[in-house]
């Protein structure tokens, strides 16, 4: 499913984006855990991928990515 978002998220964003819910309900459903790599390309509060959809910065300890659609701020702590 994921890769099907990432294929048509520059035509057709709202149909990357229901690919996206999809995605997370499948995973609910069959209590799959999503893949931690797969779960930071895309934006928890709007389900938009972060390809030119975003803001990355890192800090001292910590890697910033903030969504510019919704605004939505992630943060990652480094070791």
Do not use: Q, W
């Amino acid at each position: 499913m994921f890769t099907l978002s990432n294929v048509c998220a520059n035509k057709e964003p709202v149909l990357s984006k229901r690919y996206l819910i999809l995605m997370e309900k499948i995973a609910l459903r069959s209590d799959v855990t999503i893949p931690r790599r797969i779960k930071l390309l895309y934006c928890k509060n709007c389900k938009r991928l972060y390809k030119d959809n975003s803001r990355i910065r890192i800090t001292a300890k910590t890697l910033k990515i903030t969504c510019i659609a919704c605004g939505d701020i992630r943060r990652i702590v480094l070791n």
